[in-house]
């Protein structure tokens, strides 16, 4: 079921035909929403890198390293379960958390204490102006979803877009059967 308060700790699901190569069939958390703007993380934009191969020094970790969003490419950001405990993060839903503090998660990974399940780490970031966002889920940009933290920290963000539509009922349901392309239908 589709909700229409725009807040954080939901989902920007794009709709079907949505032009924008950077948010073609996306799903974005919406992480931070106030009078100065919104802030997500394009949760099904998965790249072949893990953190090992951009931030030197690193511990081995497996987690594959998403795409955020188009803004600030060159930052790295996270989210990650609350349970973590992690000081300065800010709580985005129930059981999801973002940010905090970058030396006790890498310490933490280096002793094992984070798992690939745990956490999800994001070059770039979406964001928008205060009004910038309302005005695009009014022309149907935008469908938005409520999350969970089952949802943001899938272990199959190639299947998130249809799976959050088609959990939300038949109207959204026959959206995610849509072809990319209907001329090729």
Known sequence: MATTELSKGILLVSE?????????RSVVLITEHDEEGSIGFVLNRATELTVNDVLEGFPAFNGSLHIGGPVEQNTLHFIHRASLNIPESKEVLPG????????LIRDMISLGEIHEDDIRFFVGYSGWSVEQLREEIDGHAWILAPADAQTVLTHEPDLLWKEV???????YKLMANYPEDPRLN
């Open 165 to 171: 539509l088609t959990s939300m009922g038949s109207e």
């Open 16 to 24: 079907p035909f949505l032009p924008d190569p950077n948010f073609k």
């Open 96 to 103: 999801i958390h973002w940010g905090g503090d970058f030396d």
